[in-house]
């Protein structure tokens, strides 16, 4: 008999849609198997007042595929200079969902983001007040700080004085990378969560740059050793509600990737849902699959999970290496083992 798993239908909690001919073009990837996504706002320019998130919202909801039921639920991105009842405002009309904190020049376009937190203090305070949500890219920018511990001292320099400062801030800890991002988290209360993206329970950083550079595999935060990758498989395989699925699906054309300065980012939005029941039934966690993607994310920010369900068949599946888009081909990532799970919507 056919093996079969039902999950309430997945929402992705950290997704870039980028804009224009490439929204276009892998909007649908995600439309067909998620609910919901969290927008990321690093546009060029960025996504920083509220007209601009309705706006972009708009431009989202024209370029999805007839018929889908699809929910982007946007963010702003946080500069020095965000006007607190901008945000509100935003906020009270149902329009966002959560504020995106880039230091600023961590990642692609961030040059925009925080380098005085003292500046945003008015903002957060404000975010608190109201229950709105802030997710944060965990690194610091100081170039003497080694690429691999960017993460880990972000935590000690950045987020544990945020959180002392800002106690009753919800705050995601987006695409953790690091043993020590698990620890912390599994510590903190009830304010604190963190996302786990597909790739990097999958590869670790020799897939990088062991036996020749592997520009597909290069993202930001840049994956760690093989013991954090497995720290971050337990965390997203126990079923503890603070872990859930934000897949950072970051579209970049391969003539952008494959260069002497090459763009961060791993395209899985198309093959995040056969490879994630893939590496639970690993693990031997194929009851806590629904847990990640479906319910913990929900439950952090205080919506409903999805009504409707999406079914996995153990039946190999099968996903084009690359998606042709009007800027060019997009790799598709590769996570080097035959999926066996199939998805369909009900
Ligand atoms: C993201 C992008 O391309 O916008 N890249 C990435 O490697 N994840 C930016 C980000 O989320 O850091
Ligand atoms: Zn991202």
Redesign the pocket.
């Known amino acids: 008999m056919t093996q079969t798993l039902t999950l309430r239908r997945p929402d992705d909690w950290?997704l870039?849609l980028?804009d224009g001919d490439m929204l276009r073009a892998v909007l649908p990837h995600t439309a067909t198997h998620f609910a919901r996504a969290i927008i990321?706002p690093?546009l060029v320019p960025p996504v920083v007042r509220g007209a601009d998130a309705a706006a972009y919202r708009e431009r989202i909801l024209a370029a999805l595929p007839e018929g889908s039921d699809f929910t982007p639920l946007m963010t702003l991105y946080l500069t020095e200079d965000t006007d607190a009842d901008d945000v509100a405002a935003a906020h009270a009309s149902g329009l966002i969902t959560a504020v995106k904190l880039?230091p600023a020049g961590?990642?692609?376009?961030?040059a925009s983001g925080v380098s005085n937190f003292d500046k945003v203090a008015p903002v957060l305070d404000r975010m608190a007040d109201i229950g709105l949500p802030l997710c944060t890219?965990g690194?610091v920018t100081d170039p003497a700080v080694d690429i691999f511990d960017r993460e880990a001292v972000f935590i000690d320099r950045v987020m544990d004085p945020l959180r002392k400062r800002h106690a009753g801030l919800k705050i995601v800890m987006?695409?953790i990378t690091t043993a020590d991002a698990v620890d912390y988290v599994r510590t903190a209360d009830a304010n604190l969560g963190a996302t786990i993206?597909t790739h990097h329970l999958v590869i670790n950083r020799n897939h990088i740059l062991a036996g020749g550079i592997k520009p597909h595999y290069?993202?930001?935060?840049?994956a760690k050793r093989e013991t954090h990758r497995l720290a971050l498989r337990a965390a997203a395989t126990s079923g503890d509600a603070r872990f859930f699925l934000g897949t950072?699906s970051?579209?970049?054309t391969d003539a952008n990737k494959l260069l002497p300065c090459g763009?961060?980012?791993?395209f899985t939005a198309p093959n995040t849902m056969s490879i994630l029941p893939e590496v639970f039934e690993q693990d031997g966690a194929l009851q806590h699959l629904e847990a990640f993607t479906s319910l913990n994310g929900p439950a952090f920010y205080g919506l409903h999970a999805n009504e409707d369900t999406l079914t996995l068949t153990k039946t190999p599946a099968a996903y084009p290496g690359h998606i042709d888009t009007p800027e060019g081909p997009v790799t598709v990532f590769d996570p080097m083992m035959p999926l066996n799970w199939s998805v369909s919507r009900d």
């Open positions: 950290h870039h980028r990321m690093n880039y961590a990642t692609t376009n961030s890219h690194e987006e695409h993206t290069y993202c930001l935060p840049v950072d970051a579209p970049h763009c961060a980012g791993c």
